[in-house]
Every structure is written in structure tokens, then in C-alpha cells.
């Protein structure tokens, strides 16, 4: 399984903001589906999840009420639509995919494949 994320960019403080990420290759195998995102300087976090099936949304007390995690099943593609944006949402954000509905959301070993990153700069 390969995961490309996209829609990084440049936004000031209050604006919005939708990353994507593509799954490609054994994408039948997939349970469900996460973000994580890693701040300068700190450890990488949970943000979102959602089961490949697209439904199961949970979210991270952080961003509840402004991001929306959701799946375009024509497009295999999962999406984080991120509103109100703040600057201590200036991160690389990392798509991640698991094979098993088994461990806590919230852990990065629970998920088995990693997309390659896309940096969200919030300015405020």
C-alpha cells in the first residue's frame, strides 16, 4: 500500500485549509485510516481517523469542531478538511493506514503504512 498526501501550504490564522491523501495497491486489505501531525520540535500526534469504509470519524480534543476527516470512495482518497486554523496547527501532517480495526487510534503503531508528509503553516 502507498500513500501520497497533499495539500499543504501557506495559510493565515482563522483560514481554511483540505489535505488529501491517496492510497494506491492493496487497498482492499485496509481497515481504516488516520492523521497524525508532528509541530516543530515535538513528537509526532494523533489528529483524525476514519474506518476505510468511511464511517467511524474520531477526533482529537484539539481539533474537534474545526477538522472533518472523511473518505471519496471512487477516489480511494481520504481528506482532512481544516477550519478556523490556528498557529498551533503548523505541522507536517502524515496520512496513515492500518490493516486491523485492533489498538487505540491515537498510536502509531496501530497503523501499518505511512504517506510521506505535507507541511501546514499557520500564520498568525
Known amino acids: 500500500v502507498q500513500l501520497q498526501a497533499s495539500g499543504g501550504g501557506l495559510v493565515q490564522a482563522g483560514e481554511s485549509l483540505r489535505l488529501s491523501c491517496v492510497a494506491s495497491?492493496?487497498?482492499?486489505?485496509?481497515?481504516?485510516m488516520g492523521w497524525f501531525r508532528q509541530a516543530p520540535g515535538k513528537e509526532r500526534v494523533f489528529v483524525a481517523r476514519i474506518w476505510w469504509s468511511g464511517g467511524g470519524t474520531f477526533y482529537a480534543d484539539s481539533v474537534k469542531g474545526r477538522f472533518t476527516i472523511s473518505r471519496d470512495n471512487t477516489k480511494n482518497t481520504v481528506y482532512l478538511e481544516m477550519n478556523d486554523l490556528k498557529s498551533e496547527d503548523t505541522a507536517v501532517y502524515y496520512c496513515?493506514?492500518?490493516?486491523?480495526?485492533?489498538?487505540?487510534?491515537?498510536?502509531?503503531?496501530?497503523?501499518?503504512?505511512w504517506g510521506q508528509g505535507t507541511l501546514v503553516t499557520v500564520s498568525s
Open positions: 495497491g492493496s487497498i482492499s486489505s485496509l481497515n481504516r
Open positions: 496513515a493506514a492500518a490493516l486491523q480495526p485492533f489498538g487505540p487510534a491515537r498510536t502509531e503503531t496501530s497503523y501499518d503504512y
